[in-house]
């Protein structure tokens, strides 16, 4: 069973730049069948999709956080990372890892959830 | 403003049958298929539904989802306690070449 699990700090503050990553467990992160992708919700509102990579590195970006948001990946230790620079009070929520299979483009595996705020 | 529109709230008695509307374009629903997901309080989101009506090992029958034009819906049998949660609709769009949400729908079972 796959397992995703995100980490990084937990309170970021304005205008800096967010970083957080999320580990890959009991499966293979080079799959071609999969999407690994970030996901947010602000307390209290719905999910907003943030960003995907594809195994060979392509990158798929919510054209509302494009300018902001850079998504890696680093096969050598099953791993995929967000950076999201200018922060502000707006981008406080709770930030989930998820895969999207390749097939139906369903998110299938979604790790626990990191919750960052962004404040002085 | 979410792309895909459901209705904020839903609400049952337990027994009764109950759906949620999620509405979209030919960019995404009417192009793509369409994927449920059911989130608890204080939970990540779970797969409900994908491909439009297919259901992941070990979600109960109860739960099923159809699709026809740029519209999609979820429907839910036998309603249970356990069935309160937020539930939300996703598809990919064409257009924006990357994933969209509804704003999700509040169920409550009364």
């Known amino acids: 069973q796959l397992q995703l699990q995100e980490s990084g700090p937990g309170l970021v503050k304005p205008s800096e730049t967010l970083s957080l990553t999320c580990t890959v467990s009991?499966?293979?992160?080079?799959?071609?069948?999969?999407?690994w992708g970030w996901i947010r919700q602000p307390p209290g509102k719905g999910l907003e999709w943030i960003g995907s990579?594809?195994?060979?590195?392509?990158?798929y970006y919510n054209p509302s956080l494009k300018s902001r948001v850079t998504i890696s990946v680093d096969t050598s230790k099953s791993l995929f990372s967000l950076k999201m620079s200018s922060v502000t009070a707006a981008d406080t929520a709770v930030y989930y890892c998820?895969?999207?299979?390749?097939?139906?483009?369903?998110?299938?595996?979604w790790g626990q959830g990191t919750l960052v705020t962004v404040s002085s | 403003q979410s792309v895909l529109t459901q209705p904020p709230s839903a609400s049952g008695t337990p027994g009764q049958r109950v759906t949620i509307s999620c509405s979209g374009s030919?960019?995404?629903?009417?192009?793509?298929?369409v994927s449920w997901y059911q989130q608890l309080p204080g939970t990540a989101p779970k797969l409900l539904i994908y491909?439009?009506?297919q259901r992941p090992s070990g979600v109960p029958d109860r739960f099923s989802g159809s699709k026809s034009g740029t519209s999609a819906s979820l429907a839910i049998s036998g309603l249970q306690s356990q069935d309160e949660a937020d539930y939300y609709c996703?598809?990919?769009?064409?257009?924006?070449?990357?994933?969209?949400f509804g704003g999700g729908t509040k169920l409550t079972v009364l």
């Open positions: 998820a895969r999207a299979s390749s097939g139906w483009y369903e998110f299938d595996y």
């Open positions: 990579i594809y195994y060979s590195g392509s990158t």
């Open positions: 996703s598809a990919w769009d064409d257009g924006l070449n990357g994933w969209v």
């Open positions: 030919s960019s995404n629903i009417g192009s793509n298929t």
């Open positions: 009991s499966g293979s992160i080079s799959s071609s069948s999969s999407y």
């Open positions: 491909g439009n009506n």
